[in-house]
Nanobody
Framework: QVQLAESGGGSVESGGSLRLSCVAS????????MAWFRQAPGKEREGVGA???????SYSDSVKVRFTISRDSAKNVLYLQMNSLKSEDTAMYYC????????????????????????????WGQGTQVTVSS
């Protein structure tokens, strides 16, 4: 049974940093596409960053340069390092695994291209809240 558990969220002032972790049970993080999404109140869930089986990464334009996705294969953990946080980064952050067939991994960050981002992956974590105060 696959389980994803996020942690590391919290409250931080604008300009601060946080590192989110996603522990994957029953799913080899290094072998397949995984991604981070976020959802703010009243908004659609949007892709933030993705990493494919080869280690290539992609990011949404809103977080590019500020956020970095990585993984520790030995620990089976996916990370999201978030720097220079802004108030507009406030949201619930989710990690996701097991991408839908025939969906290119690195394009999931372009949420406008998809009618329903929640259908892109089979497994989702419960989310971790990030709140950035200005």
């Amino acid at each position: 049974q696959v389980q994803l558990a996020e942690s590391g969220g919290g409250s931080v002032e604008s300009g601060g940093s946080l590192r989110l972790s996603c522990v994957a049970s029953g799913y080899p993080t290094s072998s397949y596409c995984m991604a981070w999404f976020r959802q703010a109140p009243g908004k659609e869930r949007e892709g933030v960053g993705a990493i494919d089986s080869g280690g290539s990464t992609s990011y949404s334009d809103s977080v590019k340069v500020r956020f970095t996705i990585s993984r520790d294969s030995a620990k089976n953990v996916l990370y999201l390092q978030m720097n220079s946080l802004k108030s507009e980064d406030t949201a619930m952050y989710y990690c996701a695994a097991d991408i839908a067939p025939a969906t290119p991994c690195l394009v999931v960050v372009y949420s406008d291209a998809f009618e329903d981002t929640t259908g892109l992956f089979t497994y989702w974590g419960q989310g971790t809240q990030v709140t950035v105060s200005s």
